[in-house]
């Protein structure tokens, strides 16, 4: 069973940058896409972006193109999001997601295409 820890989170004002760090053990994490996703307060989770199981796909949501990156280390097991030019509604958890399966060519948005979640990590911008 894989086990996803996320990290990386804090408080940086608008225009500022973050990087989350989403770090895997326990499952053959080279052969499964990945996922970043967020939810802010009262509203539901949703898709930032997506990363496939080489590297070699990435998708974004379109709030976030072009401010954001994803990529992934697969020596270290570890699964990264560059976030810069922050914005006030970037303000959110931020969760990282495992594909639940093996080496799909091209990795999901929807939520429930993901079988493990990490516990999550705050991110605020302030304005």
């Known amino acids: 069973q894989v086990r996803l820890v996320e990290s990386g989170g804090g408080l940086v004002q608008a225009g500022g940058s973050l990087r989350l760090s989403c770090a895997a053990s326990g499952r053959t994490f080279s052969s499964y896409g990945m996922g970043w996703f967020r939810q802010a307060p009262g509203k539901e989770r949703e898709f930032v972006a997506t990363?496939?199981?080489?590297?070699?796909?990435?998708y974004y949501a379109d709030s976030v193109k072009g401010r954001f990156t994803i990529s992934r280390d697969n020596v270290k097991n570890t699964v990264y999001l560059q976030m810069n030019s922050l914005k006030p509604e970037d303000t959110a958890v931020y969760y990282c997601?495992?594909?639940?399966?093996?080496?799909?060519?091209?990795?999901?948005?929807?939520?429930?295409?993901?079988?493990?979640w990490g516990q999550g990590t705050q991110v605020t911008v302030s304005s």
């Open positions: 990363i496939s199981w080489s590297g070699g796909r990435t």
């Open positions: 997601a495992a594909d639940k399966v093996f080496r799909r060519v091209v990795v999901p948005t929807q939520p429930g295409e993901y079988d493990t």
